[in-house]
T-cell receptor
Framework: EDQVTQSPEALRLQEGESSSLNCSYT??????LFWYRQDPGKGPEFLFT???AGEEKEKERLKATLTKKESFLHITAPKPEDSATYLC???????????FGAGTTVTVRA | GAGVSQSPSNKVTEKGKDVELRCDPI?????LYWYRQSLGQGLEFLIY????????KSGLPSDRFSAERTGGSVSTLTIQRTQQEDSAVYLC????????????????FGPGTRLTVL
């Protein structure tokens, strides 16, 4: 059975304290791995797509990496505005829907 | 440009009533998706449209749920005889095409409709 697991469930950081979020997946035929950010009461906001092992993408303080079994979202020197729930999703070959993990809720204290 | 819009933003209904939720995708996006987000369940897929056709309805939880899309644009998700377990946030997303790669594959989400069934 295809699965997407995110850890930790929650992460509390001090402003400037870098950390990483993990998304592990067990799927056949990965077609793409997606990272979204979701603020309370809003829809998910697209961050990155990764397609092959070894690929990396960066945006401001965020960097996403991909291996054959997992993806990491690194947050460097976070600020309070980085507080959100970060969702990981996968799409497999011959399918169009996204399968989501449960998310990691990040809280950054000033 | 305008993103995905959904209406209403909030809907409170009584058990047994029918509800309609609307989604306006990004202009030019041919693929449209409905997802549901419940506490403790995460985001789950409901149905996907390519144009006005729905090749994948596998996520619809029961025959009380139906959806249509007209003119390759607006979509309506209808829930008949609502039950308390239908309470959730219903999210719509659209992408330029389905099954592409790069920017064409990215699904952009609307703000959602929060449905509460009393």
């Amino acid at each position: 059975e295809d699965q997407v697991t995110q850890s930790p469930e929650a992460l509390r950081l001090q402003e400037g304290e870098s950390s990483s979020l993990n998304c592990s997946y067990t799927v056949s035929g990965l077609r793409g791995l997606f990272w979204y950010r979701q603020d309370p009461g809003k829809g998910p906001e697209f961050l990155f797509t990764l397609y092959s092992a070894g690929e990396e993408k960066e945006k401001e303080r965020l960097k996403a990496t991909l291996t054959k079994k997992e993806s990491f979202l690194h947050i460097t020197a976070p600020k309070p505005e980085d507080s959100a729930t970060y969702l990981c999703a996968v799409r497999i070959s011959n399918d169009y829907k996204l399968s989501f993990g449960a998310g990691t809720t990040v809280t950054v204290r000033a | 440009g305008a993103g995905v819009s959904q209406s209403p933003s909030n809907k409170v209904t009584e058990k047994g009533k029918d509800v309609e939720l609307r989604c306006d995708p990004i202009s030019g996006h041919t693929a449209l998706y409905w997802y549901r987000q419940s506490l403790g369940q995460g985001l789950e897929f409901l149905i996907y449209f390519q144009g006005n056709s729905a090749p994948d309805k596998s996520g619809l939880p029961s025959d009380r749920f139906s959806a249509e899309r007209t003119g390759g644009s607006v979509s309506t998700l209808t829930i008949q005889r609502t039950q308390q377990e239908d309470s959730a946030v219903y999210l719509c997303a659209s992408s330029f095409v389905a099954g592409g790669r790069g920017f064409t594959d990215t699904q952009y989400f609307g703000p959602g409709t929060r449905l509460t069934v009393l």
